[in-house]
């Protein structure tokens, strides 16, 4: 069956409080809009470049007030709702960039952790090491829903294609990329890389993004956008500031793609050879 899926972009600031508040009134728009399934962006929770800062307003999954927001929202509204990622306190010290998926009951039904560190530095001078404070997830699923099969991933995992594949040779109808683009690296990739993760599984892409300026001084690239199965953009939101976009998901619009592109039927194994090039007196063989 179709259903509605909205993705709701935001720009958190460095009080979870405050964005638990946020999230709670987009999500409630989301719902009174017709979707049952919505997602929030990366980082969810707060965005916070100082570690020590952070560090002091992070808790463990069980006083979250992310977690705890979000699994009210979920039976309040009778939605399955999202949280894109929010940042985890973990027992050894470290964080775990963690998504949640909650039921209309209020009971988690997923947990990612987000596989890839985005451990990189740009042109503009923006230096990123994400490992030095986060652990790497090492499990990804996908989950069986009432209206949709569905896989997980966050951010930086969409650089990443064997990923999407795994999930999507396993079934997944639905892949989720909530994220906290840059602003640098979103205007060059974003589109173009869900685009391609969603025409090159057959599947719809739903991805929630951070946008605009935050408090901690980033800019993140906005643009939250629901593609189908064929690369068409269903819905998309603009370049900064709060916004829900919501659209209808078929679910048969996978098997018409795969129907008519059938590539993971016709992926086959190979191996990898690495040869020499021109060498002096001629070229190889």
Aim: glycine share 10%; charged share 20%; net charge negative.
């Amino acid at each position: 069956m179709s259903f509605k899926a909205a993705a709701v972009q935001m720009c958190s600031g460095v009080d979870p409080v405050k964005n638990a508040a946020a999230m709670a009134g987009l999500v409630r728009e989301a719902a009174g809009q017709g979707a049952i399934y919505v997602q929030t962006p990366e980082m969810t929770g707060m965005l916070q470049r100082d570690r020590t800062a952070a560090r002091a307003v992070l808790a463990d999954e069980a006083h979250d007030i992310i977690v705890k927001t979000g699994s009210e929202l979920a039976g309040e509204l009778g939605i399955h709702m999202h949280v894109g990622s929010t940042a985890i306190a973990l027992a050894d010290g470290k964080i775990a960039n963690r998504g949640f998926l909650f039921g209309p009951d209020g009971r988690i039904l997923n947990r990612y952790d987000k596989i890839h560190m985005f451990d990189v530095d740009l042109d503009n001078g923006e230096s990123w090491r994400e490992s030095a404070a986060y652990t790497a997830g090492s499990e990804a699923r996908v989950l069986s829903l009432p209206f949709a099969e569905m896989g997980f991933a966050i951010c930086y995992d969409v650089r990443f294609p064997a990923l999407f594949r795994a999930q999507a040779v396993a079934g997944a109808e639905v892949m989720t990329v909530p994220a906290a683009f840059t602003k640098q690296t979103g205007e060059a990739h974003w589109e173009i890389l869900l685009r391609a993760r969603a025409i090159e599984n057959g599947v719809f892409v739903i991805a929630a993004a951070q946008a605009g300026r935050h408090e901690d001084g980033r800019e993140t690239f906005g643009h939250s956008m629901i593609v189908d199965p064929w690369g068409t953009m269903l819905a998309s939101a603009g370049a900064s500031g709060e916004a829900v976009i919501v659209a209808e998901i078929d679910p048969s619009a996978v098997k018409a793609a795969h129907d008519k592109i059938p590539n993971l039927r016709n992926g086959r194994e190979f191996s990898v050879e690495k040869i020499a090039g021109a060498v002096a007196g001629g070229v190889a063989a």
